[in-house]
């Protein structure tokens, strides 16, 4: 069939306006107008289909414009102070939490070794548990997990890190992250009972600090978060939920159907009835296995979330 020269430069014009592919445009592209919408073709759970462009027609930078299909970050925060004065914490969020929303917390500013051995969402509200009464020395991040939301917050930069030791504070290099970011950390590989006491940004770099000197044998995850709309996320959610543990053993396998050994986990304790800690979360083919201080039991329940990059 033939298609005119005029035709051909009238889809051009058009594709340069509204763009579809099945990967988004890499920023500082030329050609695409200010404004125009670009379709991600075959967008998969957890992807954003609809982007727009925030830059010029020389140098475009397109930016979620939309849902996402699947879990996006509804609402996240910090340092939120602790109160003190029992192990228990609530945040209290107003009109923003649910119960159906997926909780991921970590200490932002801690003295010490506490760890969170509990953190839901409820209506208005985020009830976390700590293994001590954290007085008011402890802040915390959060983040709302939400399926099929609008999303308040994208993916800055997410990674699996292998530890250089040498003092308990590990700082991993992490271009353009701000100081304003939010971060989350868990352990992807370890050799002993260490924890990680608080996590925080600043520019280039997320400081993750241990309960000891990590030396070269652990591995740490963890993912960046900012308010959409200035940037384009580096990863999405490809899977997140909760899990109650079935025990017999200190690992426990969850089944992820269609989860890689490429994705980043971020896991933390849901519910529990005492103050064992995840020792480390590692994805293999659909599978994210969590590995505890101590058999979990059926008392535990974990949250997670995979990280998947955008191509």
């Known amino acids: 069939m033939w298609i005119s020269n005029a035709v051909i430069g009238k889809l051009n014009l058009l594709n340069a306006i509204n763009p579809r592919g099945e990967a988004v445009p890499t920023a500082g592209r030329q050609g695409y107008k200010p404004g125009a919408i670009f379709l991600l073709k075959n967008a998969v ?17 397109f930016v979620p414009d ?18 003190g004065g029992d192990t228990t914490e609530i945040i209290s969020l107003e009109g923003i939490a649910m119960d159906t ?11 010490d070794n506490d760890q969170i051995v509990a ?16 007085s008011t020395a402890h802040g915390y991040a959060y983040a709302l997990l939400r399926n099929k939301c609008l999303p308040a917050f994208d993916i800055v930069a997410a990674g699996s890190h292998t530890t250089a030791g040498g003092g308990a504070a590990e700082a991993i290099t992490v271009s353009g992250v701000k100081a304003t970011d939010i971060a989350f950390a868990c352990y992807g590989g370890t050799d002993d009972a260490d924890t990680i006491s608080d996590v925080l940004c600043s520019a280039d770099t997320v400081t993750v600090t241990c309960s000891a000197d990590p030396s070269t044998t652990h591995i740490i995850h963890y993912v960046v978060i900012r308010p959409r709309g200035t940037f384009k996320p580096s990863h999405y959610i490809a899977y997140a939920g909760t899990h109650t543990c079935v025990g017999g053993a ?10 890689k050994a490429t994705d980043v986990p971020i896991v933390i304790y849901n519910t529990s009835d005492d103050t064992d800690s995840i020792l480390k979360a590692v994805v293999t ?9 101590a058999d979990p039991g059926v008392a535990h329940a974990f949250t997670y ?3 998947r990059a955008y191509s």
């Open 250 to 259: 200190a690992a426990e396998a969850i089944t992820v159907t269609g989860a």
């Open 285 to 293: 083919a659909n599978t994210l296995t969590v590995t505890c201080s």
């Open 101 to 111: 929303d997926l909780a991921i917390v970590n200490h932002e500013v801690s003295n």
């Open 305 to 307: 979330m995979l990280l």
């Open 66 to 83: 939309g849902p996402v299909l699947g879990y996006g970050i509804h609402a996240a925060g910090g340092p939120v102070a602790s109160a």
């Open 119 to 134: 953190a839901i969402s409820g209506e208005g509200n985020i009830t976390i548990t700590g293994s001590a009464d954290p």
């Open 45 to 61: 759970l957890g992807q954003c289909p609809r982007w727009i462009n925030v830059g010029t027609e020389s140098s475009c930078l």
